[in-house]
């Protein structure tokens, strides 16, 4: 009897154990290019979603530096669409700065990590982008729809293999073309939990960064911006807002089309995802830092990373006159007829680091014959767009007590914050916190308006379309804030 007893007790903490623990296989040891101790856990792998067709879905999770049992679970999604999430994971906020050298890149730790206050997990969404794959390419074919469908089920998955954490607050962040994703994606989590899906996820809120979220608001941002910041002149601004009678996004006669071509000549060699920074054409113009600048400018421009950030920035979110418009997306490399992958972009750091096959070993990603070689951002995928204007999710959200962060780089021309502050401000909810600035180390750091239903929109001051990456120390400060519930 006693035995019998003994042997349920160890077989049920067992299982118990089995239950309750993050899968053991997920581990990261050793990173190649990083010599120190890694200061957390690092899980990574797939998630399959269709055995048939080997359909996997990767992540690579990052467990907070503080109290992993208790801080956040962050989603983060880059965008695109077709762009990998070790965008974030390389020149964001991921663990690691990495360093270029002739071989493989040295990994330094990053002391502006969000996983210094959350528990962090990249994902690669949709199926064909970054690491993420299947053996049946029909799933490339891929739509908004699909998209958020995919990445729940995902979720669900995931929260399976980690239940440690599916009572931690649970929130959904990325940048730019996830501003589609986020909204859509949030809206199945609560579909979801709505029809008492399993696991019951902790969905708390979202944070979208430089985001899409409207043809006509994200359109019409540009010529306000350009103004506002001293790229065309009163004259221009005036002559396009004559002609174009407020529909910059969709040019109602050939006068507003001219008109806006002019201004199109003067934003042409800009670096459209910081405006403060050089455009680098091709390989032989690439040179750190922005050292042809006056003083002011590169004081503006400035990052705090120990590293120069990425001579340029992708992200490709959009270029400019062609916002989110329902049908099909095309990819960066076919908007420019050619194999280059993003304009004025370096991306050969994390492109040698994730095309090594010991790396991909260490990472749990699988090798090049089978997963595809790494690509920043891929037209592997074919996107459609097939649901339209994002501001109804963002209703129906902060209607049911999700909480919102819309942040804006305030020097990216790719997605630019005049469009995030309208759309945010059209939803007309009360401002409880009226425009004002925030502060890191008794500096302004940007600009805050809060609403009510716990929507806020944030500016970070010279910053460019990737805040984190221009502003790692800002970026850390305003996120911890918020999700913490103090006033930023
Ligand atoms: C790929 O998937 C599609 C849709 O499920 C199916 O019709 C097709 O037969 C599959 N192709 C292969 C090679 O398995
Ligand atoms: C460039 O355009 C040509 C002609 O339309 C096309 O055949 C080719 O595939 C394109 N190249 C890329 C990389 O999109
Ligand atoms: C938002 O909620 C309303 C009312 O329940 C519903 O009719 C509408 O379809 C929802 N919007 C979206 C985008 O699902
Ligand atoms: C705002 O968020 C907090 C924390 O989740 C919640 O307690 C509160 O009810 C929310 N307020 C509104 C108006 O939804």
Partial sequence: MNSIHLFFSIFLSFTYFLVQSAPENAIVTQLPGFTGTIPSKHYAGYVTLNENHGKKMYY????????????????????????????????????????????????????????KVSNMIFLDSPVGVGMSYSRNRSDYVTSDTLTAFDSHKFLLEWFK????????PFYIAGESFAGIYIPILSHEVMKGLDNGDKP?????GYIIGNGLCDEVFDGNAFITFAHGMGLISDGMFEDATKECKGKFYKPPNLKCEFQLDKVDQHL???????????????????????????????????????????????????????????GYVPSW????????????????VATTWLNNEAVRKAIHADPIDKAGKWE???????????????????KNLTARGYRALIFSGDHDLCVPYTGSEAWTRSLGYKVIDEWRSWKVDGQVAGYIQGYDKNLTFL??????????????????????????????
């Avoid at 964001?92 to 996983?115: D, I, V």
């Avoid at 293999?161 to 931690?168: A, C, D, G, K």
């Avoid at 970070?460 to 120390?473: A, F, Q």
Wanted: glycine share 6%; net charge positive; proline share 9%.
């Fill in 333 to 348: 490399p076919e908007l420019l007829n050619s194999t280059q992958n993003v304009p004025c972009s370096d991306d050969s």
């Fill in 459 to 488: 500016t970070v001051k010279g910053s460019g379309h990737t805040v984190p990456e221009y502003k790692p120390k800002e970026a850390l400060a305003f996120y911890s804030r918020w999700l913490e519930g103090k006033k930023i």
């Fill in 60 to 115: 690579y999770y990052v467990l907070s530096e503080r109290d992993p049992s208790k801080d956040p679970v962050v989603l983060w999604l880059n965008g695109g669409p077709g762009c990998s999430s070790f965008d974030g994971f390389v020149y964001e906020h991921g663990p690691f700065n990495f360093e270029k050298t002739k071989g493989m890149p040295k990994l330094h730790l990053n002391p502006y990590a969000w996983n």
């Fill in 200 to 204: 019951t996820l902790n969905f708390k």
């Fill in 376 to 394: 920043i951002c891929t037209s592997r995928i074919k996107y459609n767009t097939d649901t339209g204007t994002m501001l109804d999710y963002h």
């Fill in 268 to 326: 042409d060699s800009l670096n459209m995802y910081n405006i403060l920074i050089p455009c680098f054409h091709d390989k032989k113009k690439i040179r750190h830092e922005n050292t042809k600048l006056p003083m002011s400018f590169r004081n503006l421009g400035e990052t705090e990373r120990p590293l120069p950030v990425r001579t340029r920035m992708f992200g490709r979110a959009w270029p400019f006159k062609a916002p989110v418009k329902a």
């Fill in 161 to 168: 293999l980690y239940p440690e954490y599916v009572s931690n």
